[in-house]
C-alpha cells in the first residue's frame, strides 16, 4: 500500500478553521497538498462533494482513508467533449469506484409524471445540468473507454437497486443488472463501508478482479463453469432475464426471492441467467455493530460542502446540516420503500456518546442557532429495537416486523431513545431538538405484553408532541382504505384515528395548538378512484384540506414497483390492479383537492363515471355545483388547511 505524508500548506477554508487538505481531495492541486503523487482509489460522483457522514462518496471516502489509501473523489464530472474531468486524476493503483449520488438519478431528475423536478437537490444552485441520467451507465462507460485495465466498481443507491433484472419506470421496460449495461466489473450493494475496504484488501494482495468472488454484499458477472463451487443445494436460481421478459409472472415470482433474501440474517445466494452469463448475488455483510457504525460517523469529516462551492447553495445540505442519524434500518417494510433492500431491516445504533460527540460539533457551527431540524433516522423511533430471541430472528423471512401485525418477539421499548433526547437537550448550545423522520405511530400505540414498554411508549408519545414537534408533526398513514394499506404493508387507518385522539388531546391538555400533517399516496397499485373518493370524504370529515401527498412512482427494487409492473402480487400471485395511463392517474390524484372550486365539475364527472354520484353529495354537503362556485373563494369549502400554522401557534398557551 502506498503512504504519503499532508503537507501543511496553511490555506484556510473561509469562515471555518478547515484547512483545504482538511477535504478529500478533488484535484491534481489538492493532491500535491497532501503530498500524493499517486492514489489507490478514485470515486466518481454524481452529487456535489459534501463532507459529512449523510453523503455517500464522503462516507466511502473517509472509511477508505482511516485505512490508510490514498482517496480522492471527483464530484459531478462533466461527461462531454473530451472527458477531461475523468482523465485529470490518472490512472488510480487499484480501482475507479461509481457514486451515482443519494438518490437515484431518475427519482432526483423526475417527478411521477416524468416532468422535470423544479431543482436537483444534490448539485450546487439545485442545477439540472451536473449530472447525466443513469451516471452509473455514463460514467462507467466513459472510464473503460479511457482505461479499459482498470476495475470499475458500482457502488450507492442506483447500482445497488438494479444488481438484477428490474423495472425501470422511466424507460418503461425491464432492465438487466446494471453490469449488463455498464461494462462494470462488480457491484457494491446496501451499505458500503465493509465491502470497498475488503475490496481494497484484496485487490492491494495482488488479486485480479475478475477472481474476486468471495466477498460478500457484491455481486458479479460469471460464466456458468465458473459460478464459485458451483449451482449447490442453498443456491436460490431467479427466473432468467429472458424469461422474464417474456413472462410478467416470472419476474413477480423473482422478486418476492429478492426481498426476502435482503432481509435475512442468514440469506442465500441468488443466481440469474442474462445474457448467456450468471449475475451472482453474494449474501449480506452482517448488519454493523455499534462500535463499526460509530467509526463511520465519527470519521473528521468537516461537515461542510467543498471549498469550490463558495457562495452556492446545495439544498440537500441545507436541508440535514444541522441533523443527526442516529441508526441505520428500517423494519417497517412499506411495499414502496427502498430502504430495507438497501439498508436491510435490522437495526444497527450508534452509541449515546457517538450521537452526542456529533451534536456538540453541530452546536459549534458558525450558523447554528440551538435547534437541531431532525434526531433520528430511516423512521423516527425505531432506535435500539431488535428481537428478544435473536434465534427466532436468525430463522426469520419476513420483510417487515411490523406488518400485517407487530412480531410478538419485538422489543418496542423506547427507554433508550428517551435517554438519547433526554442527553441531547441537555447540551449546552441546544435550545430544541425536533423529530423530523416520520413517526410509526403503531409502534406507539402497540400494547405489548411488557407493561414498562406500554408505559414508556406512552412518555415517548406526551414527550415528543411537547418537546419535539416544530408546530407539526409529520406522520404517513398513506391511505385510508384497509385493502389498499394492506398492499403497501401499512397499519389500518384506525391507527391514525386513535393517534391523532392522542395528539389533538395531549395538546388541548398543554395548551399547543399544533398539526398533523399526514402524508397520502394516490394510485398505488390496489388503488381505484372510489378508494379516492372515499380518502377525499374522510379526510373531510377530519377536517383536513391535503397538502403533503404525491402520487406513486415506481422505483427499482419495491414490492409495489413489481406489482405495478407485472399485475400480480409478487407473494399470494394474485392479479392486483393498478391505475397506469396519466388519465387514470390524474382521476385519482385530484380527489386530494376536492376543496378547490376549479376541481369540483371534474370529480363529479368521475364519480358518475364510476357509478358512485352517491359520493357527490358526502363530499360537497348537498351544495350544488355551479360555474359561480367554480370561481368563488379557495374558501368555499371549510377545513383545516394541512399546511404551516402561523408562528405564534408554535407557543404555548399562557
Known amino acids: 500500500m502506498s503512504t504519503g505524508k499532508t503537507r501543511t500548506k496553511k490555506k484556510m477554508v473561509e469562515n471555518n478553521n478547515y484547512k483545504l487538505s482538511d ?7 489538492e493532491c500535491e497538498l497532501r503530498g500524493w503523487d499517486t492514489l489507490d482509489v478514485i470515486l466518481f460522483s454524481g452529487d456535489a462533494y459534501v463532507d459529512h457522514p449523510s453523503f455517500g462518496a464522503a462516507v466511502i471516502g473517509r472509511t477508505l482513508e482511516a485505512s490508510g489509501y490514498r482517496v480522492a473523489i471527483v464530484p459531478q464530472p462533466d461527461w462531454h467533449g473530451d472527458f477531461r474531468d475523468f482523465k485529470k486524476l490518472g490512472r488510480p493503483r487499484l480501482f475507479f469506484g461509481i457514486a451515482p449520488g443519494c438518490m437515484d438519478s431518475m427519482v432526483n431528475k423526475y417527478t411521477a409524471n416524468r416532468r422535470l423536478r423544479s431543482e436537483d437537490a444534490y448539485s450546487p444552485d439545485g442545477r439540472h445540468d451536473c449530472r447525466p441520467e443513469y451516471p ?40 438487466k443488472c446494471i453490469l449488463c449495461d455498464s461494462g462494470a466489473d462488480i457491484i457494491i450493494y446496501g451499505m458500503g463501508e465493509k465491502v470497498t475496504l475488503r475490496l481494497c484488501q484484496e485487490l492491494d494482495k ?22 464459485p463451487g458451483g449451482i449447490n443445494e442453498n443456491d436460490i436460481i431467479l427466473h432468467s432475464h429472458e424469461t422474464c421478459l417474456r413472462n410478467k409472472r416470472a419476474q413477480a415470482e423473482n422478486f418476492r426471492h429478492i426481498e426476502e433474501e435482503s432481509n435475512k440474517m442468514h440469506a442465500q445466494r441468488l443466481l440469474q441467467e442474462v445474457d448467456g452469463k450468471y449475475a451472482v ?13 460509530d467509526a463511520s460517523f465519527d470519521y473528521p469529516y468537516t461537515r461542510l460542502p467543498h471549498p469550490k462551492y463558495k457562495n452556492k447553495r446545495i439544498p440537500a445540505y441545507e436541508m440535514i ?33 457517538s450521537i452526542l460527540r456529533e451534536v456538540r ?22 432506535y435500539g429495537m431488535h428481537g428478544n430471541n435473536l434465534k427466532a430472528c436468525e430463522r426469520c423471512k419476513r420483510p417487515s416486523c411490523i406488518n400485517p401485525e407487530i412480531c410478538p418477539n419485538l422489543n418496542t421499548d423506547h427507554s433508550k431513545l428517551l435517554e438519547i433526547y433526554h442527553a441531547v437537550d441537555a447540551i449546552p448550545g441546544i435550545k430544541k431538538s425536533f423529530i423530523g423522520s416520520g413517526v410509526r405511530y403503531d409502534l406507539l400505540l402497540h400494547k405489548s405484553k411488557d407493561e414498562h414498554s406500554n408505559h414508556v411508549a406512552q412518555q415517548y408519545t406526551r414527550e415528543l408532541i411537547t418537546r419535539h414537534v416544530s408546530g407539526r408533526l409529520k406522520v404517513a398513514p398513506e391511505h385510508t382504505s384497509d385493502r389498499v394499506l394492506a398492499l ?22 398543554e395548551g399547543l395548538n399544533q398539526q398533523i400533517i399526514p402524508y397520502f399516496i394516490s394510485s398505488h397499485p390496489g388503488c381505484h378512484a372510489e378508494d379516492m373518493a372515499e380518502l377525499a370524504i374522510i379526510t373531510k370529515q377530519l377536517d383536513f384540506h391535503l397538502e403533503q401527498v404525491q402520487d406513486f412512482t415506481p422505483t427499482p427494487m419495491t414490492v409495489s414497483t413489481e406489482t405495478w409492473y407485472t399485475g400480480y402480487d409478487p407473494y399470494t400471485l394474485e392479479p392486483v390492479y393498478s391505475a397506469k395511463t396519466p388519465r387514470d392517474k390524474l382521476a385519482q390524484r385530484m380527489f386530494f383537492f376536492w376543496y378547490k372550486p376549479e376541481e369540483r365539475m ?18 360537497y354537503n348537498g351544495v350544488r355545483y355551479s360555474a359561480d362556485n367554480s370561481r368563488s373563494s379557495k374558501n368555499a369549502y371549510p377545513g383545516k388547511k394541512a399546511g404551516y400554522p402561523k408562528k405564534k401557534e408554535y407557543k404555548r398557551k399562557k
Open 23 to 29: 477535504f478529500l481531495p478533488t484535484t491534481k492541486k
Open 321 to 353: 446540516k444541522h441533523s443527526v442519524n442516529i441508526h441505520r434500518g428500517c423494519f417497517g417494510g412499506c411495499a414502496f420503500c427502498t430502504i430495507s433492500a438497501h439498508q436491510g431491516k435490522f437495526i444497527s445504533c450508534r452509541s449515546k456518546e
Open 281 to 293: 448475488v453474494n449474501p449480506p455483510f452482517p448488519p454493523m455493530t455499534t462500535e463499526e457504525l
Open 488 to 509: 403497501m404493508r401499512k397499519p389500518s387507518f384506525r391507527l391514525f384515528n386513535e393517534f391523532k385522539s392522542i395528539f389533538d388531546r395531549i395538546n388541548r391538555e
Open 361 to 382: 460539533k453541530i452546536v459549534k457551527m458558525p450558523d447554528f442557532k440551538g435547534y437541531l431540524s431532525d434526531l433520528g433516522g430511516p423512521s423516527a423511533n425505531m
Open 136 to 175: 452509473t451507465i455514463v460514467y462507467t462507460r466513459i472510464l473503460k473507454q479511457l482505461y479499459p485495465d482498470v476495475p470499475v466498481a458500482l457502488g450507492g443507491i442506483e447500482a445497488s437497486l438494479r444488481r438484477l433484472t428490474h423495472y425501470d419506470y422511466w424507460q418503461d421496460k425491464l432492465m
Open 602 to 619: 371534474n370529480i363529479e364527472r368521475e364519480l358518475k363515471r364510476i357509478g358512485r354520484s352517491d359520493l357527490i353529495h358526502k363530499l
Open 206 to 227: 495482488g488479486r485480479s478482479i475478475d477472481t474476486i468472488h468471495d466477498i460478500p454484499q457484491t455481486v458479479f458477472l460469471v460464466d456458468k463453469n465458473d459460478i
